[in-house]
Structures are given as structure tokens and as C-alpha cells.
């Protein structure tokens, strides 16, 4: 029996899983399909219109420039480390065709209606709406941080200021592997009822 949309649709968000940045192969989106991610990123709740997000699209040149970058922070601060984590930082940035890293850029003026916490929340959902977005398209895609979100010098090659938090590199891409499922939290552990 053909399947109803909703049950299309609940099927999609139940059964929802990244894919490895590693693993993420040409082709990527499009200009187009790219723009349709991120309108469907920008459908988030956001309390008081603050648009609190930013997205930075990384190019293919910018994605080889950031991986030089990294690969000199890392072997600047782990001078021990093996040539081959000094390599894996290089290609890093380079793991999918398509990279964007999103940062949050709060309304400061709006804090006192809008508490940061709510204004990160909401650049939260916008991080899991591209994930979807990506998803729905055919694509497979990660949502990582590691240490590069963190580091300062890496906010200011990528232009950012030095207060600004990263709260996401976005990988997209082609996978050819199905992932295989990851065990999840049970309901009857994180839901309690109130009556
Ligand atoms: C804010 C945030 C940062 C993350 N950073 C990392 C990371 O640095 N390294 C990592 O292995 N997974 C990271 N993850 C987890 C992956 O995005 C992903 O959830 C995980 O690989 C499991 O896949 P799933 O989305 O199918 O559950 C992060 C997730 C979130 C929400």
C-alpha cells in the first residue's frame, strides 16, 4: 500500500541519522539546493525575530586555505603529534564538497526580552533544520564542532571576532553507505507525566 505523506515525512524525522564527515563524497548541492537549505534553516522558532544565526559558505579554495591553516595550529600546539593527525587536519575542511560553518550572532540589544540561552536555542534549531533540509534533498550530512569551533585563532582566520561562538562546521555531501542505526535514549527514560 502506498505510504500517506505523513507517514512519509514521520518516517524521515524517526529514522534521521549524520553520516561521517569522511564519508561524504561529491556531489554536493547546488547553488540553488544550497539556498533551499538554508530557507529551510531560517524556519526555525525564533523569539523576537532576532535572527541570531549566521552561515558562512566555505568554498573549495576557502575549505584547502582552512585546512592549511589548521594543520599549522595543530602541529603549533601538539608538536609531539603524529605527521598523520598534522595530515588529517590538513584535509579536514576538505572531507565534503560542501562546507558551511555557523556561528551565533545574538541580538544584543534584545536581551533583556530575549535571553541568550533562547537566541542559542533558536541558532541550535537552525544547525538541525540544515541537517534536515540536507537530508530531505538526498544528501547526507554531520554537524560538527571539535576543537577548531573553539580556538581563536581559527574564528579570526575565518574572520570572525574573537567573542563570537561557532556553533557548528556543517559537512554535506554524497554517501553511497546507509549508516548503521545508533542506539538511542528510551521514552519511558526522559518522559515523565505531570497530572
Ligand atoms: C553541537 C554539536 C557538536 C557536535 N560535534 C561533534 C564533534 O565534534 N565530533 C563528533 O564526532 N560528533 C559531534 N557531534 C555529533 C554528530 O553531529 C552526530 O550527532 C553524531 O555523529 C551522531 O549522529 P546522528 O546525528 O545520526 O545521531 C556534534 C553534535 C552537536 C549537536
Not at 515525512?9 to 541519522?17: D, E, G, V, Y
Not at 579554495?61 to 600546539?77: H, T, V
Not at 577548531?148 to 574572520?159: M, R
Amino acid at each position: 500500500m502506498e505510504k500517506s505523506k505523513s507517514e512519509i515525512i514521520m518516517s524521515f524525522l524517526k529514522k534521521r541519522r549524520s553520516m561521517l564527515a569522511a564519508k561524504l563524497n561529491d556531489p554536493g548541492p547546488s547553488k540553488q539546493q544550497l539556498d533551499d537549505i538554508i530557507t529551510a534553516g531560517i524556519r526555525v522558532p525564533d523569539h523576537g525575530r532576532c535572527s541570531p544565526w549566521n552561515v558562512k559558505i566555505i568554498s573549495k579554495e576557502g575549505q584547502k586555505k582552512l585546512g592549511k591553516f589548521l594543520s599549522e595550529i595543530f602541529e603549533k600546539n601538539n608538536q609531539f603529534e603524529k605527521k598523520e593527525q598534522i595530515d588529517y587536519w590538513y584535509n579536514r575542511p576538505q572531507s565534503a564538497p560542501c562546507l558551511l560553518v555557523i556561528s551565533f550572532n545574538p541580538k544584543e540589544d534584545n536581551l533583556s526580552k530575549i535571553p541568550l540561552i533562547e537566541q542559542k536555542l533558536s541558532c541550535g534549531a537552525f544547525c538541525q533544520n540544515i541537517l534536515n533540509a540536507s537530508h530531505a534533498l538526498g544528501f547526507s550530512a554531520q554537524w560538527l564542532t571539535e576543537w577548531p569551533a573553539y580556538n581563536t585563532e581559527v574564528k579570526k582566520f575565518l574572520g570572525y571576532r574573537e567573542v563570537t561562538k561557532i556553533l557548528g562546521f556543517i559537512y554535506i555531501g554524497t554517501s553511497s553507505e546507509t549508516p548503521k542505526e545508533r542506539k538511542r535514549a528510551n521514552l519511558s527514560d526522559i518522559v515523565t507525566y505531570f497530572s
